[in-house]
């Protein structure tokens, strides 16, 4: 049975264990998400700037919904359905080529035993990258999440950081010890897929994670893909400070190329709001690439409200032997 089967009539479950109801069960549901406005100048090394709105200087703009229901033991099926959105183009998804559910789409069970997830999903990768920087998970200004997901399969890692046709499991917390798992098939007539995971170690103020995911991928025609990369990333909190540091090595066996990025951060409380800086190098190499960038994020961001922030941003971004890259943004986060 493939993931695609399994979806179907997970979905068919769930929606039959919402329907169905019991005298000790309970309907949660909801809409979230996240607006980001911002406007501002924006220019990748060795690119010509351009000014425009933005929708993720500081956080992705997404709208989503779920629902769950809930039984007793602790064990709750549900869905959840997000897209991103775009004001600068007053379109849905990251660019023309996303789903109409762009961030996630999937069914769900929640049990004492963990989560089981499947349908489109984001990434355990990603899911680290963003946890431990100080930029978040912001694509225009984060340097480790542009260094690994933004900068081109030759630097960063192969393929997107939502998946489809997957499914994971996330463990339980036990002790602060918490594991997560995720498989992904290949496209359709490609052989392979996509495999990846987590372990994270809690303990109080310092968080650890170790990650790594396998992406494979063949048709039969064009080169196959065969990349591995591994993570390990750490964040302390000293009350008026949090620090955050990271090191991710991939290896392409495909393209014969190999990376080492290396990231590190910090949040800092400073008068009525917090400065978040962020820093990454990223060193390539391979018979055919010898590349190195450098990027350096600055953003000061002003609580208004328990729901809406104010922030301005700003970026250095340079690659050797290319001109230099300078971005800037002014805008507003508001959550919902």
């Known amino acids: 049975m493939n993931l695609r089967t399994t979806f179907r009539r997970s979905t068919i479950v769930a929606a039959l264990?919402?329907?169905?109801?019991?005298?000790?069960?309970?309907?949660?549901?909801?809409?979230?998400?996240?607006?980001?406005?911002?406007?501002?100048?924006?220019?990748?090394?060795?690119?010509?700037?351009?000014?425009?709105y933005n929708s993720n200087s500081l956080t992705a703009t997404f709208v989503g919904v779920n629902a769950k229901y809930g039984f007793d033991g602790g064990w709750a099926p549900g869905i959840t359905l997000e897209t991103f959105l775009r004001f600068q183009d007053k379109d849905t998804g990251r660019n023309d080529n996303d789903p109409l559910l762009s961030r996630n789409a999937f069914v769900s069970l929640a049990s004492p035993y963990g989560l089981l997830r499947v349908g489109r999903l984001q990434s355990f990768l990603f899911d680290a990258t963003v946890r431990f920087n100080a930029m978040?998970?912001?694509v225009a200004f984060s340097p480790a999440v542009r260094h690994i997901f933004a900068s081109g399969n030759l630097q960063g890692v192969q393929g997107d950081f939502y998946w489809d046709r997957a499914a994971s499991y996330q463990s339980p917390s036990l002790e602060g010890v918490s594991f997560s798992l995720m498989?992904?098939?290949?496209?359709?007539?490609?052989?392979?897929?996509?495999?990846?995971?987590?372990?994270v170690v809690n303990r109080g103020l310092l968080a650890v994670g170790l990650s790594a995911?396998?992406?494979?991928?063949?048709?039969?025609?064009?080169?196959?893909?065969?990349?591995?990369?591994?993570?390990?990333?750490?964040?302390?909190?000293?009350?008026?400070a949090?620090?955050?540091?990271?090191?991710?090595?991939?290896?392409?066996?495909?393209?014969?190329?190999?990376?080492?990025?290396?990231?590190?951060?910090?949040?800092?409380?400073?008068?009525?709001?917090?400065?978040?800086?962020?820093?990454?190098?990223?060193?390539?190499?391979?018979?055919?690439?010898?590349?190195?960038?450098?990027?350096?994020?600055?953003?000061?961001?002003?609580?208004?409200?328990?729901?809406?922030?104010?922030?301005?941003?700003g970026m250095d971004d340079r690659v050797r032997g290319q001109t230099r890259g300078l971005s800037a943004a002014v805008g507003a986060r508001y959550r919902f």
């Open 136 to 138: 978040g998970n912001s």
């Open 183 to 199: 498989h992904a098939q290949a496209e359709k007539d490609f052989e392979g897929g996509q495999t990846g995971g987590t372990l």
């Open 17 to 52: 264990g919402l329907a169905a109801g019991s005298a000790h069960a309970q309907l949660d549901y909801g809409a979230y998400g996240v607006l980001d406005l911002s406007y501002g100048r924006f220019e990748a090394s060795g690119q010509v700037p351009f000014h425009r």
């Open 242 to 313: 949090r620090l955050f540091a990271q090191y991710t090595a991939t290896r392409d066996i495909g393209l014969d190329v190999r990376s080492k990025i290396t990231s590190a951060g910090v949040n800092i409380a400073f008068g009525p709001g917090n400065v978040l800086a962020q820093f990454a190098t990223a060193a390539t190499e391979g018979p055919a690439v010898d590349r190195k960038q450098t990027s350096t994020s600055l953003a000061y961001v002003y609580p208004f409200d328990s729901v809406t922030d104010f922030y301005v941003i």
């Open 213 to 240: 995911q396998r992406v494979k991928a063949d048709d039969g025609i064009a080169d196959p893909t065969d990349e591995s990369a591994v993570q390990l990333g750490a964040t302390y909190n000293f009350g008026i």
